[in-house]
């Protein structure tokens, strides 16, 4: 059964610094990774999907690597903001095609 | 472009009541289509997903159900709340296979 682990499980840091979250899964036969934000009370909001051939994926001051056959991904967040505040989600498509969920680590950017 | 709207947003409702939730798909064509249910200091948990009109698989056996009487609609029920349905519950649509989902704004269910 497919595992997916991130830690840590919260961050604080002061607005400025980069962001650096871990998500690990046990099963290396996945389709797919995405990562999610989540702000309180609210809905998924997919950031960036790597697929199982794709080493890393950008967008903007995000980036995601993807190190499949060490069961590894890392999302970094440069130059944090206090908008950048919420509960970051990993996400692995399982080789049954279903989608399996970290924990989350809650993030806090201070100004 | 595609979009996912579900209602309501939030819900209180007494045990034993009944539950509706509608979760409807814009802009695409025969989607997978998923419920999720996030419960309070607890990650995502699968409940059900639908790859076809009438076509439903169940995750984890309770006391919910769910039905796709349309290619673009897909609706959680349960006939009698009980406590420990409470929960944020979210829809999620995958377009194509193994190309990521996206999910809805979530309906916040407090069973009192």
């Known amino acids: 059964k497919q595992e997916v682990t991130q830690i840590p499980a919260a961050l604080s840091v002061p607005e400025g610094e980069n962001l650096v979250l871990n998500c690990s899964f046990t099963?290396?036969?996945?389709?797919?990774l995405q990562w999610f934000r989540q702000d309180p009370g609210k809905g998924l909001t997919s950031l960036l999907l790597i697929q199982s051939s794709q080493r890393e994926q950008t967008s903007g001051r995000l980036n995601a690597s993807l190190d499949k056959s060490s069961g590894r991904s890392t999302l970094y967040i440069a130059a944090s903001q206090p908008g950048d505040s919420a509960t970051y989600l990993c996400a692995v498509t399982d080789s049954w095609g279903k989608l399996q969920f970290g924990a989350g680590t809650q993030v806090v950017v201070t100004p | 472009s595609q979009t996912i709207h579900q209602w309501p947003a939030t819900l209180v409702q007494p045990v034993g009541s009944p539950l509706s939730l509608e979760c409807t798909v814009e802009?695409?064509?025969?989607?997978?289509l998923y419920w999720y249910r996030q419960a309070a200091g607890r990650g995502l948990q699968l409940l059900f997903y639908?790859?076809?009109?009438?076509?439903i698989s169940s995750e984890v056996p309770q006391n919910l159900s769910a039905s796709r009487p349309q290619d673009r609609q897909f609706i959680l029920s349960s006939k009698k709340l009980l406590l420990s349905d409470s929960g944020f519950y979210l829809c999620a649509w995958e377009g194509q296979t193994n190309y990521g989902y996206t999910f809805g704004s979530g309906t916040r269910l407090t069973v009192v």
């Open positions: 639908s790859v076809g009109i009438g076509q």
């Open positions: 099963d290396s036969a996945i389709y797919n």
């Open positions: 802009g695409t064509s025969n989607p997978n």
